[in-house]
Every structure is written in C-alpha cells, then in structure tokens.
C-alpha cells in the first residue's frame, strides 16, 4: 500500500463512480440523512460514526479528505475539525482526566498552552521542556499522560528528534502527540518515526488559500475514535462540508505548492545572510548540528522563517514592517500571499525575553509571489529604515 503523496493529493480517497464520474466530489451540503424505513435509521444510529446519519458525525465530502489526509500521514484514520484548535482541544478533553499531566516540548503555540492553563482548573496539569532529549526524559512525571510536540516550532524553527521522544514516551507508556503544521505531511510524517498522533491546522498550507479555517489530527483507528466520539460528536467542532471540499481543492496542489514555497523562502534566506542590520535567522536549513535529525525525520522545508533585528524593540520592529508593501500584516501563515508578523507588542519585551524571544524578532511566512519581488520588498524597507537612521 504504497501510494505517492501526488496521487493521494489528486485521485486517491475519492469514489468517482459513486458521484457520476464527478472528478471534483460533490458537496453534500446537509445536515442530516434521511432513511427509507424506521429499522435502517436505527440500524445505521448504533454506529453513527461509520454512517451518514448527522454531519455531526459523518459527512460523504469531510470523509473523503479524512481519507486522504488518513493517507497522507500513514495513520489509520483522521478526523476533520472546524478549526486547528478545535482538533487540538479534541486530544486534551478526549484522552485526559483529573490528575494527569502534559509534557509540552519545543516552543508551542500560544493558544494551545492557554488552553492548558485553563484545565488547570479541571486539574490537568502542564509543564514545558526546550528540545534537548535528557531534559525531556527528566520532566516525566509517574502522571504524564501525553507528550505534545511541535517541530519544526513556529516562532524560532527549532526541532526535535522525533523517533527518540517516541522511543522514551513508548518505555514509559505515554502517548505522543506532534502539532505537523509547520512542515505538513508532504515533508514530515511523525507517525513514521513513531508517534501516536499528527495534529494540523488546515488553515495554513494544506488550505493553502486563506479561505478557510479548519484542523485535524491523524492517528490509529483506536485513538481516533475516541476522539471522534468525546472531543468530535461531543464538543461539536465540526468542519462545514463546503470547507471540507476548499481544502479538497487545497491539497490538489500541496506538493507543488510547498517546492515554490519551498524554493523561493531559501532565496530569500539567502538574500538575508548579506544584511548587517540582522543578528540571526531561524530555520530548520541553517540549523547546524541539527542535520542529522532533520535529516532522518524530514523531506523539505516550508517558508516561515525569522529572523532578528538588531538592537530593535517594538518602535524599530514596527517601522520596519510599516515600510514593507508586498508582505502583508497580520496573523495565521501558509497561505498564498506573504505575511510578515512579530511577537512584540508596546511595553512586553521583558516578557518575550523570559520565553527566549528577542524584541526585534520579526516573522515572514514566504507566500508564492516570487522571491525576486519578495528580495525587493525586503531591500526597499532595510534601505528605508537605514536613512531614518541617518537623518537621527
Ligand atoms: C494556526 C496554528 C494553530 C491553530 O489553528 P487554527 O486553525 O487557527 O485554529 C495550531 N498550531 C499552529 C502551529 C498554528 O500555526
């Protein structure tokens, strides 16, 4: 069973026969699904996670995305949600109860620990760990129910070896949960190297569009229908058909998509090294010492880079940006239009500074408008900023 990334994006998963030849699936926009007799709806209701009953449970156009997203990330099944962080709450409210404790490793998403910090009162409780193996090994606790992981991270794109938090949560009966969106399962598939679960926000590149929100996570048939039952039917974030068919759409065009993305962000890396007026850049391509992890666990490198400015804080960051024209502001990432964002805001330096971020930092997500404009866009706003400098 051995299908390409290319084919399941385009063919595979989908039932054209079912649909009249239909290349591109109908949407089955409706709520629910009626039966020709009283015993068939009931028959069907015992299992109403394997029938079309409600879309609260199962819908024929959500389906198939699951299917090739199910495919995409070697895992048994996958359940679609309404939003990233409607998947990502799923895994937290499905599979923990009072008492246990979450390892969260790598810098995580914002919104993700807020949500964590917010189960306290639930008394879920919750530590973090950077990405070094020994310190990950010393923060188990005997209540450490889960070991969430996001690699590459998305603010300094630092990663963690895969296989071996696999390989210590396995020996003490953890499960392993991994937020994939950075890299997508065209460049990473975790449950490969042992990982229980493969978190995403749709959002970002597997929509690809920045017209849709959705999120899902990937895993065995077992822990996905746990989910699908408590943090799914329950919780009811559920994906809008219509959405399920834009990021049906979205993935025709992931693997050539990423290669521009791909291509384009290590130009414009490139073009960066040259500028004085930077201290460091954050990608996984200029990691050193970290090649043979990234190596083993991935296949290419999306376009969220950062870098820092020098000496800069909230005033320098802002002009900056202000200057650029083709990078749009604002937040989310993956689309097909470049963004430029940065954490700090008036007055919290000192804080960005306790969670290991400098105030200049300054966050591109590399769209698909060609790197030569992108070169240019970035070149005009240094040059800008340089004869602010001098008229001072
Ligand atoms: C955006 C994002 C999420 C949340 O996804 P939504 O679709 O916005 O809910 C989760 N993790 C990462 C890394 C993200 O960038």
């Not at 239909?22 to 209701?45: G, I, K, M, R």
């Not at 949600?81 to 599979?95: E, K, Q, R, V």
């Not at 991270?153 to 994939?180: C, F, P, R, S, Y």
């Amino acid at each position: 069973m051995h299908y390409s990334d290319e084919e399941i994006c385009t063919q595979l998963g989908e039932s054209f026969s079912e649909h009249h030849g239909a290349v591109s699936p109908p949407v089955y926009q409706t709520s629910l699904f009626a039966f020709d007799s009283f015993e068939a709806f009931t028959e069907a209701q015992k299992r109403e996670r394997e029938n079309y009953v409600y879309t609260r449970g199962l819908n024929p156009t959500t389906e198939i995305l699951e299917q090739k997203l199910a495919l995409l990330e070697r895992g048994g099944k996958c359940k679609c949600f309404s939003s990233g962080m409607g998947a990502i709450s799923s895994i937290f409210l499905s599979l923990l109860q009072s008492g246990d404790h979450v390892l969260f490793v790598n810098n995580i998403y914002g919104p993700t620990i807020q949500l964590l910090d917010h189960l306290k009162r639930f008394y879920i409780d919750h530590s973090s760990v950077g990405n070094s193996l020994e310190e990950i090994e010393k923060a188990i606790k005997p209540t450490t129910k889960l070991i969430y992981v996001e690699s590459p991270g998305t603010m300094l794109m630092k990663v963690v070896d895969l296989q071996q938090v696999a390989h210590i949560a396995q020996k003490h009966e953890i499960i392993t949960a991994i937020d994939n969106t950075w890299s997508t399962p065209i460049f990473q598939k975790p449950l490969l190297h042992g990982f229980d679960l493969s978190v995403h926000s749709l959002t970002k590149y597997i929509g690809g569009h920045s017209d849709v929100v959705g999120g899902a996570v990937i895993g065995s048939e077992e822990l996905i229908d746990t989910i699908s039952k408590y943090g799914f039917q329950l919780n009811g974030a559920v994906l809008s058909p219509h959405d399920a068919s834009l990021i049906i759409r979205g993935l025709r065009t992931l693997p050539i998509r990423l290669r521009q993305h791909q291509q384009h962000c290590l130009k414009v890396i490139d073009y960066l090294k040259g500028k004085e007026e930077i201290t460091s850049i954050h990608h996984p391509s200029l990691h050193s010492g970290e090649e043979d992890v990234i190596n083993k666990q991935m296949k290419g490198f999306s376009g969220l880079l950062s870098f820092e400015l020098k000496d800069a804080g909230f005033e320098q960051v802002a002009r900056f940006i202000n200057h650029l024209s083709v990078f749009k502001i604002g937040v989310s990432w993956g689309g097909f239009e470049s963004l430029v964002n940065a954490p700090v805001k008036k007055g919290n330096e000192k804080e960005l500074n306790k969670q290991g971020l400098s105030p200049g930092l300054v966050r591109l997500s590399i769209g698909l408008e060609g790197a030569d404009l992108l070169i240019q866009d970035l070149e005009q706003a240094f040059q800008a900023l340089s004869r602010e400098v001098e008229i001072q």
